[in-house]
């Protein structure tokens, strides 16, 4: 992977939608998932959803299942994030990250990480 690049984010008021994307450079063959995190202030990093790269399995937080929707297009080293139906809960900056093992959502087995990308919805 090596970088990873968020794009996406912005302003939104509540019951609206974002699309965040992920691009990534270079090719590390070890990823084992891509995974889209947040961080509100004040609080600790979370994941929100991630994929596996070849299975394809999907993961989800408990707090966007079914308002979020995870995909990768793999001819561009592209991850995305659908949001749909948001609310101020989900206010944080978003960062994309990549792994080498199956703790897809823990930020403490990435091994590569986006700059981020602030997502503000208000009420």
């Known amino acids: 992977q090596g970088q990873l690049v968020e794009s996406g984010g912005g302003s939104v008021q509540a019951g609206g939608s974002l699309l965040l994307s992920c691009a990534a450079s270079g090719n590390d063959d070890s990823i084992y998932c891509m995974t889209w995190f947040r961080q509100a202030p004040g609080k600790e990093r979370e994941g929100v959803a991630a994929?596996?790269?070849?299975?394809?399995?999907?993961f989800y937080a408990g707090s966007v299942k079914g308002r979020f929707t995870i995909s990768q297009y793999d001819a561009q080293n592209t991850v995305y994030l659908q949001m749909n139906t948001l609310n101020p809960e989900d206010t944080a900056m978003y960062y994309c990250?990549?792994?080498?093992?199956?703790?897809?959502?823990?930020?403490?087995?990435?091994?590569?990480w986006g700059q981020g990308t602030q997502v503000t919805v208000s009420s």
């Open positions: 994929i596996s790269r070849g299975v394809g399995a999907i």
């Open positions: 990250a990549a792994g080498r093992t199956t703790g897809c959502m823990h930020a403490s087995d990435q091994t590569y």
